[in-house]
């Protein structure tokens, strides 16, 4: 779900290649051949580009930490390059958060690495040649980041999954001030749901209880009848090499789902169908419509302005909200909204409903994989 105008798309996938251009420039022989994929396709060879995590995992590229500052900074700027201000700033702002939640834990989670909370464990990854003929893509994530872009016969054509999580959500500064980088992410979608007639509040909110993470997890494809992932099968490698930490990454998992108790009925509940769930736009009224499509903002707006794309009446209308867990800010709750090609997720439930997750998917094109077969059928 991109804006139409061609000529700004172009523009902006521009931008991405001269920065991706400079960066790989700025690396060495064996930077270069960790950070750069194969080329985008819409076959099996494309699988790597269309792995994506949100969890501490490998995200596969090139790190922070295995670049010199100018590099670093070269990567930085073609980071920049996909995303709004506003967006780039709260991107920074969740990478910084590994210190703080580093400290919250007492400074000793190590997840199988030398540092579990680790700001310079960042991969950015380019796959293909940037230019204005055929197809290349980037990646860029790293705990609670995940940035997926593909350009296509230089036009950016797709942005998603667009995942941006926070851990600490909610956290102390000096004065009294709080911290909350996706604050109007959260508090948007309770106030519209608050808002609305207990009628319509009944069709919202699915269930009583929130489920444990997002519903449609890290899948390449979102599917009906997906639930939650446990957070131990969200991860590149099956298993830790050290037989400890897995122990205590399975134990964290287990507590997790321990915490909401879902069992059958409950899944089902809030599963992902492709019919959506709960009120559409066409219902609200007018207040309630502008809580809507603010909270779209809130994803869409992510990208450059120049592409971010808008939300029409008649596309408003079909967006349905659904709701998961108590309107009590401060207690454990999930909701989606969902129209054709529109999917947005989130869910603040774990340590106290501390720790959130949003994250924007076109559930017929995730990666730009209608765009890619389109572009064989032409070309080959």
């Excluded at 750069?36 to 995200?59: I, K, M, S």
């Excluded at 204005?132 to 999954?161: C, I, K, Y």
């Excluded at 941006?164 to 749901?193: H, Q, T, Y």
Aim: hydrophobic letters at 40%.
């Amino acid at each position: 779900m991109l804006d139409d105008d061609v000529p700004a798309r172009r523009e902006v996938a521009s931008t991405m290649a001269q920065a991706a251009l400079a960066w790989l420039g700025a690396l060495d022989d064996g930077q270069r051949a960790t950070a750069v994929g194969r080329a985008p396709q819409d076959g099996d060879d494309d699988l790597e580009r269309r792995r994506w995590f949100y969890t501490p995992t490998d995200h596969g590229g090139l790190t922070v930490h295995q670049q010199r500052p100018a590099q670093q900074r070269a990567a930085m700027r073609l980071v920049a390059s996909g995303l709004s201000p506003a967006a780039y700033v709260t991107v920074a702002t969740v990478m910084g958060l590994e210190n703080v939640l580093d400290h919250a834990e007492g400074f000793v989670t190590r997840f199988d690495r030398e540092r579990g909370r680790d700001p310079g464990l960042y991969y950015l990854r380019v796959f293909g040649t940037p230019g204005e003929q055929g197809a290349w893509g980037w990646r860029f994530g790293g705990h609670h980041v995940s940035l997926n872009n593909l350009v296509v016969d230089g036009v950016l054509v797709s942005t998603t999954p667009c995942f941006l999580g926070a851990d600490p959500a909610s956290s102390s500064l000096l004065g009294g001030a709080v911290n909350r980088p996706l604050a109007r992410v959260e508090d948007l979608a309770r106030d519209l749901v608050r808002s609305l007639s207990p009628e319509l509040a009944a069709r919202a909110v699915l269930h009583a209880t929130a489920p444990s993470d997002l519903v449609t997890a890290n899948r390449t494809v979102v599917s009906p009848g997906d639930r939650v992932i446990p957070l131990a099968g969200t991860w590149r490698r099956e298993r830790f090499g050290d037989d400890s930490e897995q122990a205590k990454l399975q134990t964290l998992s287990d507590a997790i789902d321990d915490a909401v108790a879902y069992g059958e009925d409950d899944h089902r509940a809030v599963e992902y169908t492709a019919e959506p769930r709960g009120v559409p736009g066409s219902e609200l009224d007018g207040e309630q419509r502008d809580l809507l499509r603010r909270l779209v903002q809130t994803y869409v707006g992510r990208v450059p302005d120049a592409v971010s794309p808008a939300c029409a009446d008649a596309q408003l209308d079909e967006l349905h909200i659904a709701w998961a867990g108590p309107l009590e800010p401060g207690a454990p709750h999930y909701y989606r909204v969902q129209g054709s090609r529109l999917l947005l997720e989130w869910d603040n439930t774990q340590r106290g409903a501390n720790h959130a997750h949003s994250v924007w998917r076109d559930p017929v094109s995730d990666f730009g994989l209608d765009v890619l077969g389109a572009h064989r059928l032409a070309h080959h």
